[in-house]
């Protein structure tokens, strides 16, 4: 006779798994991937495989030397925290600190919490800003993107952030800076100074598309994330033009696309419910621009994200779901 | 097109057996018959080992508010009164016959004319209910005549009967839908007198277009029913859901229907009200799906109480050489057989044969707290937050998080990516929760 397999119900399962859920988003990745090996040629390769291989690897030892435990290498979620990490930095890094990033990522803000799913700081932004703090020479010299360049010295040059952020500081006015920075075009396409990942808007909201349309993402933290951003800026620019620097200018620029369609929609550091996910996206909106415009830096992205990861418990607590039942009609 | 708002998923419907008329099923030799079949106090057994019966005769009676009478399935004498598994994996109290021919007791009309005048009253009809044993055969097997029975003070808006069958694979309500409609109309008919309500809605998912022409039709010669075709959700069978759906009305947390107005049957329970009003006859039998993706024959069979599992399954091709679980009920939340000898009982709504490769769950992963199960839960429960503390034994908390409110459809860990037992988890919290519960009400 067969031996009959005894559990409890449900005895069907949907279709999702987390190896789907993580090789969607590796297919939302490439676009963008794409357009930074175009712009920034051979180093940027090199920077990515870098970075991937030695998120892997790190994911690998930690489990089966130190853990030693059960690898799970094969669910990707590594590749992915090794392509944002990538994204997350100038394609001229020296390769030793991005192997540092790495361990970061992996090391420290992924696995010393247990793993995937345990860990409260998005991996990929905690490996970006160590690099930050620790090399904040090296991680600010932005190559001025070439095309499909093999050279491996690029020319360095300023971000359009960091243009207008150093501008407004001397005193100029947002119109006397205008020609020292990108077009609206080159900025969506991505011809424009910056992190890997970051500078094609155009090719990471099609990766955006692709993740919402395979359901792997919601709607609701890149739009709460880039409309509260465009708001509030737009607040400003409405209010003194020559001191803040357009909303739209803010959308493509720097890491906010990335961030938004990206690193702030990463289950595991992101809220649950719905109405918890549009307060993240929000909140990592508002601090965005207050960076950016009151801050010492530049860019908030990364910061803004962190920052409201360290939130996501309490959100999680006061946005629960609606009960059924829970408004009685009369 | 109408349908519940919160939560939900949708499991392939694979209703292989929508096609296939019902077939009546052959008697067996041999038949086991839990002496409680229904969901209350059990039953107190009126017959005795050697005991001839009849088919219909009574052998289990209700002596508490919420019981049902149960008659024996089939005539010949009875030979032994002992325990035996039946879906729960339990061992049960049945009575076990020995057939011999099909003698049914003389009060039972087997006329196959369709009596279409209610002649008795609401009391009447309630008495007549009981009387023959009828319960929810939607599964739950709760004594139909216990809910018909409106405390005082309280009163009912609508009737709703669920012709939803949001589970996949089954298809005993829809062939019931397309061959009996016109009693299952009669059925309704008695139950809304007995309810005193003018208005009846019969909810069926738009999956099922053959059964909502067929009814809706029908139905024209019907004063206060009408048919509301539904969008394909599951679980939207599930009483709160279907009320929520057709009315538009939430069945407050720890609430009964009742308490927003409303009565929900079965399809196959107003049929089966038919027969016992009009044609005096018991419940013995019911339609069961014998069904799977590697059953050569799969049917809608009409099969007495008491009928092993087995001889279904024979009836349908006999058993695939892959078998690797047996379901009673449905996928999403149907029981495994420990057993083929499991007999039909009025709450077999199918008889499910998954092959090995579908009946081995995937290696459970971290939770990768992406929220699809809160998006999923029906109820608008945090089922990730109720395993981990089902988990961690906080039942305290587990209560404050209405862990009583989980009707245990099991959408959240149908989602799961993660492949988490979520249910298994909730299941264990709610039992104990449940149990804490009462006994501080006792005190
Ligand atoms: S089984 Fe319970 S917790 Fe899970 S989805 Fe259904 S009602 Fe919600
Ligand atoms: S669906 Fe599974 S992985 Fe996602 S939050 Fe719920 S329990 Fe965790």
Redesign the pocket.
């Known amino acids: 006779m067969n031996i009959l397999t005894i559990s409890g119900s449900p005895h069907v399962h949907g279709d999702q798994s987390v190896k789907k859920i993580m090789q969607g988003v590796i297919i939302a990745l490439i676009p963008a991937m794409l357009m930074a090996f175009y712009f920034f040629g051979l180093p940027a390769i090199i920077i990515t495989l870098t970075s991937v291989v030695s998120c892997v690897l790190f994911e690998f030892l930690i489990q089966k030397y130190i853990i030693k435990g059960e690898i799970t290498i094969n669910n990707g979620s590594a590749v992915i925290t090794g392509i944002l990490l990538a994204f997350n930095v100038p394609s001229n890094l020296p390769i030793w600190e991005m192997i540092i990033g790495a361990f970061v990522a992996i090391g420290i803000a992924k696995m010393s919490f247990g793993g995937l799913g345990k860990n409260p700081f998005n991996p990929a932004l905690v490996g970006r800003v160590f690099l930050l703090i620790s090399f904040p020479v090296d991680m600010t010299s932005w190559p001025v993107p070439g095309r499909f360049s093999t050279s491996l010295d690029a020319v360095t040059g300023a971000t359009p952030l960091g243009i207008i952020k150093e501008g407004l500081a001397k005193g100029n006015h947002v119109s006397d800076l205008m020609s020292n920075i990108p077009s609206y075009f080159d900025m969506l396409i991505g011809n424009c100074g910056g992190s890997l990942g970051e500078i094609s808007a155009i090719a990471i909201i099609i990766g955006g598309i692709y993740m919402l349309c395979k359901k792997i993402i919601t709607w609701h933290i890149p739009v709460a994330f880039i409309g509260s951003v465009f708001v509030f800026s737009g607040i400003l620019w409405l209010i003194n033009p020559e001191l803040y620097i357009d909303p739209v200018y803010q959308l493509l620029s720097g890491g906010l696309m990335l961030g938004a369609v990206f690193m702030a929609t990463d289950m595991v550091t992101s809220p649950m419910t719905y109405k918890g996910m549009l307060i993240f996206g929000l909140g990592c909106g508002v601090i965005t621009v207050l960076i950016r415009v009151f801050g010492a830096y530049p860019e908030g992205v990364s910061f803004s994200i962190l920052i409201m990861n360290a939130f996501v418990p309490m959100i999680n607590k006061a946005f629960k779901p609606k009960l059924f039942g829970e408004t009685v009609k009369k | 097109m109408r349908t519940f708002k919160k939560?939900g998923v949708h499991p392939n419907e694979n209703k292989i057996s929508q096609t296939k008329s019902i077939e009546i099923l052959p008697i067996p030799q041999k038949v086991y018959i839990p002496i409680t079949q229904h969901l209350g106090a059990p039953s107190t057994l009126v017959v005795k080992k050697g005991d001839s019966i009849k088919t219909g005769q009574l052998i289990a009676k209700s002596e508490s508010f919420i019981c049902a009478n149960n008659h024996s399935s089939v005539s010949g004498k009875i030979s032994k009164i002992d325990n035996f598994i039946d879906a729960s994996g339990y061992k049960k109290p049945c009575i076990v016959v020995d057939v011999e021919g099909d003698e049914w007791i003389d009060s039972i009309d087997k006329s196959l004319e369709i009596k279409k005048d209610i002649t008795l009253s609401s009391g009447e009809i309630i008495q007549k209910i009981k009387e023959m044993g009828i319960v929810g055969l939607g599964g739950a097997c709760f004594p139909t005549h216990v809910k018909l029975m409106l405390p005082e003070g309280k009163k009912a808006d609508y009737l709703i009967i669920n012709g939803v069958e949001c589970e996949p694979y089954l298809t005993s309500d829809h062939r019931m839908m397309l061959e009996k409609g016109e009693e299952i109309l009669i059925g309704t008919s008695i139950l809304m007198k007995a309810l005193n309500v003018d208005n009846a809605i019969i909810g069926i998912e738009n999956n099922k277009k053959d059964a909502i022409n067929h009814l809706t039709e029908l139905s024209k010669n019907y004063k206060g029913i009408k048919i509301e075709s539904l969008k394909v959700k599951y679980?939207q069978g599930g009483e709160k859901q279907l009320i929520k759906a057709l009315t538009n009305r939430e069945v407050p947390s720890g609430k009964l229907p009742l308490d927003v107005g409303c009565v929900v049957d079965n399809v196959g329970t107003a049929f089966a009200v038919y027969e016992a009003v009009q044609k005096n006859k018991p419940l013995f039998e019911r339609v069961v799906t014998v069904t799977g993706k590697s059953v050569k024959e799969p049917k809608n069979l009409m099969v007495r109480m008491g009928t092993p599992v087995n001889y279904l399954i024979e009836k349908a091709g006999g058993l695939p050489e892959d078998t690797g679980k047996i379901i009673s009920g449905g996928p999403m939340m149907g029981k495994a057989l420990t057993s083929l000898d499991v007999p039909v009982v009025k709450g077999t709504s199918g008889i499910l044969l998954m092959k090995k490769s579908e009946s081995k769950r995937n290696k459970e992963q971290n939770c990768i707290r992406c929220g699809k199960?809160v998006v999923?839960?029906?109820?608008?429960?945090?089922?990730y937050l109720?395993a981990a503390l089902s988990e961690h034994k906080n039942y305290e908390e587990l209560e404050k998080h209405h862990i009583m409110?989980?009707?245990?459809?099991?959408?959240?860990?149908?989602t799961c990516p993660s492949f988490r037992p979520?249910?298994d988890n909730?299941r264990l919290g709610k039992n104990k929760v449940g149990q804490i519960i009462r006994k501080r009400r006792k005190k």
């Open positions: 939560g679980p199960c999923a839960c029906p109820m608008g429960l945090e089922p109720l409110d989980c009707i245990e459809c099991g959408s959240c860990q149908f979520l249910l909730l």
